[in-house]
């Protein structure tokens, strides 16, 4: 008969990497001494297990952080959506540190274990964390050998005992009294354990002790509280030491829009408004608003759209805090447009980009208005691609001079005309007479006679 698989994935230095330390900033997770160290303090010669005191007087700056467990539920939360690319059933264990997800079904969608592997190094690829696997008939099982045997892969209960036997019996997370008692009476390892009678043992340590070592074994049913995707995306890092530059700040800001872009996949959105907002202690809040009238859904593409917003201005100052907010997504797009399969989109793209470095009011378009007046007769809006509009049945030049220039040809110079304007009684009234004429140098002009003075003057080129 088969059996339910479930794959474990378990992050060591999870304190240590989320949020991502500051750049050239020693970090190391402690209480009185040190629990995890990162490469740059470990480098300095700070090892786990030091004293604290110890610590600081090696590195300075040294930024120190303490185990949260609220703060690790979180992380473990941020981190579920990259599972969820290979299972929709996926449930946390904050107290393991670990993302567990049942995979069965997964694996022959993948092509084995091993397509399952690879797509989930893929998937945790642009967190930037550490994480171990292991692959078990049972979740508490995955979890614990995730934990304590990462890579193992154990496909039948009947395989459980054995292969967790030879575990100090401590990582069977029983509770303080039962680890007690089991060390009092001599019990060191998990098959030691394991072979007590499980009468005495209830007896003993409780009824919730027996049921975990059951559920441990898949013995009874082990129903876990189902993770879903929150429906509004927010993610948040500070550090004790403050960014001073828009450099300092790209590699954190890789894993917050690394986070929106899985957000965004396992919802079948992308991206058309989203704010990052900066603070720190001398920074009040400082909003910046980028946005992607086509939608933007990939990692390079959300990333390059915010940096190049953020280049865009003005640095400003010394930042400790950073949040990034969701705004506004539109469906992702399932087929392709006539123009080929990208090639609305790279063309949107290419907009959304020059808006983020220019400016919104730097990049627009021109759209018909309710004035007969050339100089009045279209607006710009900030828009993405559209349909074009349709073209007018009036010759008119595309490019028109900012202000009418004087003209003094002569009347063999007029090609085509008149096309008489009058409008704007209620603002500048306007009374003219426009004609197609040759220039001088034999460029096409469009000039017009002022009727009320009865001068003439350039309004526009034909190209």
């Keep these: ?19 991502p330390p500051a750049p050239g900033v020693a970090c190391v997770v402690a209480d009185n001494t040190v629990q995890l160290a990162c490469p740059l303090a470990r480098a300095a010669g700070i090892q786990p297990g030091m004293r604290l005191a110890s610590a600081r007087a090696l590195v300075d700056p040294l930024q120190v952080r303490h185990v949260v467990e609220a703060d690790r539920a979180q992380a473990l939360a941020d981190l579920a959506p990259r ?3 290979i299972t929709s059933y996926i449930t946390l264990d904050p107290a393991g540190g670990a993302v567990v997800g049942e995979v ?25 964390v550490t994480w171990h696997p292991a692959v078990a008939p049972t979740p508490a099982a995955a979890a614990l050998l995730a934990t304590h045997r990462p890579g193992t892969v154990v496909r039948a209960t009947t395989d459980l005992a054995h292969v967790l036997g030879p575990l100090p019996a401590g990582v069977l997370r029983l509770g303080d009294r039962a680890e007690l008692l089991l060390r009092r009476i001599g019990v060191r390892t998990v098959a030691e354990a394991l072979a007590l009678p499980r009468a005495g043992l209830a007896r003993r340590l409780g009824l919730p002790a027996i049921t975990a070592l059951e559920q441990l074994l898949g013995e009874r049913p082990d129903p876990r509280p189902h993770w879903t995707a929150p429906e509004r995306f927010q993610r948040a890092a500070s550090w004790d030491y403050p960014l001073q530059t828009l450099e300092a700040l790209t590699f954190p800001l890789q894993r917050l829009v690394g986070d929106l872009a899985v957000h965004l996949a396992y919802r079948g959105e992308r991206a058309t408004a989203w704010t990052l907002t900066l603070s720190g202690e001398d920074l009040p809040p400082h909003a910046v608003a980028v946005a992607a009238a086509a939608g933007a859904g990939d990692l390079r593409q959300l990333l390059t759209l915010t940096l190049d917003r953020l280049g865009s201005q003005p640095w400003p100052g010394p930042v400790t805090d950073v949040a990034l907010t969701l705004d506004a997504t539109r469906a992702a ?10 090639g609305d989109e790279h063309a949107a793209a290419l907009l959304d980009r020059l808006r983020a470095r220019l400016g919104d009011a730097a990049v627009y378009s021109l759209v018909n208005a309710a004035d007969h ?9 900030t828009t993405a691609l559209g ?3 349709p073209p007018g049945t009036r010759h008119r030049p595309t490019w028109l001079l900012p202000s009418p220039q004087p003209w003094r040809g ?12 009058e409008s704007g009684w209620w603002d500048a009234d306007a009374r003219r007479d426009y004609y197609i004429a040759r220039g001088g ?7 017009y006679q002022d009727l009320r003075t009865a001068a003439w003057f350039v309004h526009g080129w034909f190209g």
């Design 1 to 19: 008969m088969d059996v339910m698989l479930w794959l474990a994935c378990h992050f060591p230095l999870l304190a240590l990497e989320v949020p």
């Design 83 to 85: 599972l969820a690319r």
């Design 104 to 128: 069965d079904g997964s694996r022959r969608l993948f092509g084995g274990l091993a397509g399952v592997r690879r797509v989930v190094t893929a998937a945790f690829a642009g967190a930037r």
């Design 333 to 342: 797009p399932g087929t392709a447009t006539m123009f080929g399969a990208t």
């Design 373 to 381: 007046r050339p100089e009045h007769a279209q607006r710009r809006i």
């Design 387 to 389: 349909p074009t509009p």
């Design 410 to 421: 002569r009347p063999g110079d007029l090609l085509a005309g008149p096309e008489r304007v």
């Design 441 to 447: 140098a034999g460029e096409t002009l469009w000039v």
